[in-house]
Structure formats: structure tokens, C-alpha cells
T-cell receptor, first 112, second 116 residues
Framework: QQQVKQSPQSLIVQKGGISIINCAYE??????FPWYQQFPGKGPALLIA???DVSEKKEGRFTISFNKSAKQFSLHIMDSQPGDSATYFC???????????WGAGTKLIIKP | NAGVMQNPRHLVRRRGQEARLRCSPM?????VYWYRQLPEEGLKFMVY????????ESGMPKERFSAEFPKEGPSILRIQQVVRGDSAAYFC??????????????FGQGTRLTVV
């Protein structure tokens, strides 16, 4: 019940295209869903996060879509750029709890 | 304001040796979290510490692993008698004493431990 399943494992997108990464969770108590971006040799950095009171959150070219009934959430990167090439992790937790449960990551490559 | 500082960045140890990983939190942060990342996997929570206190070590292996966060100095993750399976990236994150930990935690660059 603590798992977060992330797909795809790797993704190649042309510059200017839309990158979509999906995650599914099991624990209905989870109410905080962040996405992290990690560049090679660096630590993860919080990119964007959503709570279940909204179905979508947008920050610049990054959008989280959230489907509470399906227990799924996804990251959309619009107008993908080569600088977006990184590994993306979804995670989930109870908002007040420090223990994030992480997905396995998606390695995104944006081709120029 | 320096970020979360971890050292060393890379550490090579022979089987049976001890590994010591250090983490200096961001200025003003008094909460420290350690995570382990195996290749091709997400991060796994290991331990949560506040100054001089272990708050939650439920993710830490029962043997060979220990962590501390003394009143002065960095947090230390110690792995005794390392084995090949300990090879991983170890990340430290810190957060301020108030607020919601997950939304305000910043990660260091990690220590990549290789056991040969």
C-alpha cells in the first residue's frame, strides 16, 4: 500500500513537444504529491507539487494533473527543451509527514 | 546562503571497512533526513534527525548503520563493515524547525559510495 508506481522508465521527446510522465499510488491517505527533478550528479530538487483539493496545477511549462478517483497523477512538460533533460521522480506522502514514498524515476531526454 | 553540503562526493571503500558520510544542513535548518538511492530506483527514506535526537530511524537497516546529528557539527551517517550491497547514492535533506517538512526540504548533492 506504500508503493508509488511511475512510468515510463525512460522517455525521448523532440524539442518543442510535450513530455508526459505518469504515477499511480495505492494509499488513499496520501494527500501530497510532489515532482522532483534531478540532474546527473545532483540531488533532487522540488519542481512542483499538488494536493488533492485541485485537479490541476500549472507553473510555467510544468503542469500536474491529478485524478483522485483513479489514484493517479501525471507531470506534463509543455514545449520541452533540451535543458529539461533530467530524471524526474514523483512522490507521495501524508502532507504533515516527512516520509515521502518515491517512484522509481523517469529518465527524460529532449532531442534538439 | 550555502545549500545542503554533503561530503565526500564520492567514497570508495573495501568490503569490511567503515564509511562515514557527512551532511551540513542549510543555515537555519535543524531537521535532517537521510535517503538512499540504489541505481535505477527512487529514494528510500532511512532516518530523520533533529539536533541530538533521532526522531525516526524506521528506514535504517538494523545492523551496521547508525546516524547522529550532534549539537555542533554535521550530521553523520555511519556504515560499519560495508558490503557490496551498500553501494548507492546517499542523499541528505534538511528543513527548517517549523513548517511542513516535505515542502521545505532541500537536498544535498549526495555521496556516491562504492564498495569494492
Amino acid at each position: 500500500q506504500q508503493q508509488v508506481k511511475q512510468s515510463p522508465q525512460s522517455l525521448i521527446v523532440q524539442k518543442g513537444g510535450i513530455s508526459i510522465i505518469n504515477c499511480a499510488y495505492e494509499n488513499t491517505a496520501f494527500d501530497y504529491f510532489p515532482w522532483y527533478q534531478q540532474f546527473p550528479g545532483k540531488g533532487p530538487a522540488l519542481l512542483i507539487a499538488i494536493r488533492p483539493d485541485v485537479s490541476e496545477k500549472k507553473e510555467g511549462r510544468f503542469t500536474i494533473s491529478f485524478n483522485k478517483s483513479a489514484k493517479q497523477f501525471s507531470l506534463h512538460i509543455m514545449d520541452s527543451q533540451p535543458g529539461d533533460s533530467a530524471t524526474y521522480f514523483c512522490a507521495a506522502s501524508i502532507y504533515s509527514n516527512y516520509q515521502l514514498i518515491w517512484g522509481a524515476g523517469t529518465k527524460l531526454i529532449i532531442k534538439p | 546562503n550555502a545549500g545542503v553540503m554533503q561530503n565526500p562526493r564520492h567514497l570508495v571503500r573495501r568490503r569490511g571497512q567503515e564509511a562515514r558520510l557527512r551532511c551540513s544542513p542549510m543555515k537555519g535548518h535543524s531537521h535532517v533526513y537521510w535517503y538512499r538511492q540504489l541505481p535505477e530506483e527512487g529514494l528510500k527514506f532511512m532516518v530523520y534527525l533533529q539536533k541530538e535526537n533521532i526522531i525516526d530511524e524506521s528506514g535504517m537497516p538494523k545492523e551496521r548503520f547508525s546516524a547522529e546529528f550532534p549539537k555542533e557539527g554535521p550530521s553523520i551517517l555511519r556504515i560499519q563493515q560495508v558490503v557490496r550491497g551498500d553501494s548507492a547514492a546517499y542523499f541528505c535533506a534538511s528543513s527548517p524547525p517549523s513548517g511542513v517538512p516535505n515542502t521545505e526540504a532541500f537536498f544535498g548533492q549526495g555521496t556516491r559510495l562504492t564498495v569494492v
